[in-house]
């Protein structure tokens, strides 16, 4: 029963919010809503077949050079979109979505969200704050900062955020520029600019094949030049990615030092990639409702907060697609999409050789 209301939300924040972009002279094609949500899945859909129970390590180099890559970011991603366009798979305006997203790696949806679905979703974060259901660390970036910090997961306690990260837009969005169904898996909030290095989400939460994440950025409200807004730079998506490995982080490297290790080898060495590539920088000066979607190799962080007194509420939200193995590599973790590490099947028992899977089943 309260997962048909809560579907039956989702359908009417879809429609309020199609309806005043139809106001707005916007055509953006009206979503439906996304189907319920799954358990956890084993199924790996990839030109090299892999068991998920037989991985003994969670890292990029265990896994072999496969496809198939996202269909927007194969060598004939133009071609596909313009075949998907003449048998009216996409519409027009979605077919200008996806070149955009090709070439740059990143789409802005203005107006994507609402302005009283925002505005109750934040109002329930900061009353779950308020009560003590959520307690968010300092993290002052100076001594005048008077904002908390941010807080990892915060959807799952506080529904408002859990509907707003399964909102029908920001899913079926997902959905269309992976070429799977999304899976709705990490939120963080923030109440100001997180001044965060550069880096590929990737290394964090990786797939395989690779490349099927995307993330997007909700902003919470207006945000202003000063507050250190989002920075991210167009085509960078399309660079070599960056793992643990490629810098020389070693399992035992992150489990003895941590973000140590990464601070002192992959920051630098995205920084590097930025100038060789001579890649620009952009700043995403929102107005609240507006959505940034990115690509999982698109490099992006938190510019410098010119004013530490001004907010900068965010949410970010970040959505793996179904048929992949997702792990996060510099941690060398599987993802809690997967459910516990001890629930796994039985190495051979998700075998593409189903006489393997006869055997270990007897």
């Keep these: 029963m309260a997962q048909g209301f809560s579907r039956a939300a989702d359908v009417a924040r879809t429609v309020k919010t199609a309806m005043r972009n139809l106001a707005l002279g916007r055509d953006d094609t009206l979503p439906v809503a996304p189907p319920p949500p799954r358990g956890p899945s084993y199924t790996v859909e990839a030109d090299v077949p892999v068991d998920i129970g037989c991985i003994q390590v969670f890292r990029a180099e265990s ?9 927007l970011d194969q060598p004939d991603a133009l071609d596909i979109i313009e075949r998907r366009v003449a048998r009216r798979e996409i519409s027009p305006r979605q077919a200008e979505i996806c070149r955009h997203w090709e070439a740059h790696g990143y789409y802005v949806l203005r107006g994507a969200i609402d302005p009283d679905t925002i505005d109750e979703a934040w109002s329930a974060y900061e009353a779950a704050i308020a009560r003590g259901d959520l307690t968010l660390a300092p993290e002052k970036a100076a001594a005048d900062d008077p904002h908390p910090g941010r807080y990892l997961n915060p959807h799952l306690k506080v529904q408002e955020l859990d509907l707003l990260l399964r909102h029908p837009v920001l899913m079926n969005f997902s959905s269309m520029v992976l070429g799977r169904p999304a899976i709705p898996f990490q939120t963080i909030s923030s109440h100001k600019g997180s001044q965060q290095s550069e880096h590929s989400d990737s290394i964090h939460m990786t797939t395989y094949p690779l490349g099927y994440l995307a993330a997007c950025w909700v902003a919470m409200e207006d945000i202003h030049a000063d507050a250190g807004p989002l920075v991210y730079y167009p085509g960078t998506h399309r ?29 630098p060495a995205i920084k590097h990639e930025i100038a060789a590539h001579g890649a620009k920088p952009e700043y995403f000066t929102a107005r609240k409702g507006d959505v940034l979607f990115w690509h999982a190799n698109l490099l992006h962080g938190g510019s410098a907060r010119a004013d530490m007194q001004r907010s900068r509420k965010a949410l970010v939200h970040h959505y793996f697609a179904e048929g ?34 006869d055997k270990i089943a007897s």
């Excluded at 896994?63 to 269909?71: D, L, Q, Y």
């Excluded at 793992?243 to 080898?265: K, M, P, Q, W």
């Excluded at 060398?332 to 075998?351: D, Q, R």
């Design 63 to 71: 896994f072999p050079e496969s496809g198939p890559s996202p269909w």
């Design 239 to 267: 660079l070599p990615y960056l793992f643990s490995h490629d810098v020389g982080i070693s399992t035992e490297d992150f489990r003895e030092r941590g973000y140590g290790a990464y601070v002192e080898r992959y920051e």
């Design 324 to 357: 992949c193995v997702c792990y996060h590599d510099l941690s060398a973790s599987t993802s809690a999409v997967h459910g516990p590490v001890e629930n796994l099947p039985t190495c051979g028992a998700s075998s593409p050789n189903i006489t393997v899977r």
